[in-house]
């Protein structure tokens, strides 16, 4: 699963660019816990140096 079928890929697309300062908290915490903890993984496996 990449970002984009988890739904991150609105989060940093070109129209939320400055929406709000300081919202991408609350932005991550309204995408579901499964969409969040996969995200984490994948993010995990990049900073272990493996593929996501």
Known sequence: ???LELGL??????GNR???RGSALDD???FP???RR????????LQQGRLP
Do not use: I, P, T, W
């Not at 996969?38 to 496996?45: I, K, R, V």
């Open 33 to 35: 816990v499964g969409a």
């Open 9 to 14: 890929g609105k989060l940093f697309s070109k």
């Open 28 to 30: 991550l915490r309204a």
């Open 38 to 45: 996969e995200a984490g993984y994948q993010l995990d496996q």
């Open 18 to 20: 400055g929406r709000r």
């Open 1 to 3: 699963m990449n970002l």
